[in-house]
């Protein structure tokens, strides 16, 4: 059974920094896609980044790029996604996804079959 736990969520002012992080379980992710989606409330779940565990190659939605920065430890199954320059913009709940098949891009979240609970990410300007 997958399990993805996120955490390093919190509150932080904007301009500053958090890293989150997804512990995955429950099989090997070397042939998989994994991902960071957002949600902030009264809005849909949008993708944020991506990366293909077994070469990481990474993906970003435009409004991240240069700012967060997706990258995975193998040995400790773990995603993270480093975030830097925060923006009250970025605040929503951050989940970590797994895909099976690596898709271009891996931006659609029904491509991903396995979510974590969400970790809050609050950005005060």
């Known amino acids: 059974q997958v399990q993805l736990v996120e955490s390093g969520g919190g509150l932080v002012q904007a301009g500053g920094s958090l890293r989150l992080s997804c512990a995955a379980s429950?099989?090997?992710?070397?042939?998989?896609?994994m991902g960071w989606f957002r949600q902030a409330p009264g809005k849909e779940r949008e993708f944020v980044a991506a990366i293909i565990w077994s070469d990481s190659t990474t993906y970003y939605t435009d409004s991240v790029k240069g700012r967060f920065t997706i990258s995975r430890d193998a040995a400790k199954n773990t995603l993270y996604l480093q975030m830097k320059s925060l923006r009250p913009e970025d605040t929503a709940v951050y989940y970590c996804?797994?895909?099976?098949?690596?898709?271009?891009?891996?931006?659609?979240?029904?491509?991903?079959?396995?979510w974590g609970q969400g970790t809050q990410v609050t950005v005060t300007s």
């Open positions: 996804a797994a895909s099976k098949v690596v898709r271009e891009g891996s931006s659609c979240p029904l491509w991903y079959e396995y």
């Open positions: 429950g099989r090997t992710f070397s042939s998989y896609a």
